[in-house]
């Protein structure tokens, strides 16, 4: 076998390998876009009770994050709400975030801008950060 026909058989051999390996990241990949699309849209489901009981689970904790009352008392008073999702890629400086791209409206006003939302992995869930 000449030098030109392995490096073509290594060459095919690492096009191959390549393939099967991009289905996994896909896969995994898109589950985290997809529980970054389904945090999103319950928070926005559950945000017009106004209950930190079920909102403050949702949303991510530590130091510097304000506490929930305040974060759904600032987006009720400006009349924040989810129109549609549009896609969510995970974050490429961070596996446990994904960035997650909403049409949103403010006080009944669809914005004409897209809003991001970065949701990220805590615990065992996803937690959105506001």
Partial sequence: MGRRAVRYAVGAVGLWLAA??????????????????????????????GDCAVLGPMLVTGQGVPP???????????????????????????????VVRARVSQGGT???EPFL??????????RLRL
Avoid: I, Y
Wanted: with cysteine.
């Fill in 110 to 112: 669809e914005r004409a």
């Fill in 20 to 49: 099967l390996a991009v289905p996994g990241c896909t896969s995994t990949t898109s589950s985290k876009a997809e529980a970054g699309e389904a945090a999103v849209r319950r928070f926005f489901q559950a945000l017009p009770s």
């Fill in 117 to 126: 939302f970065r949701v990220e992995r805590q615990g065992d869930g996803w």
């Fill in 68 to 98: 929930c009352e305040e974060t759904v008392k600032d987006l009720r008073e400006h009349g924040m709400g989810l129109v549609d999702v549009l896609d969510a890629k995970v974050d490429g400086r961070d596996p446990n975030a994904v």
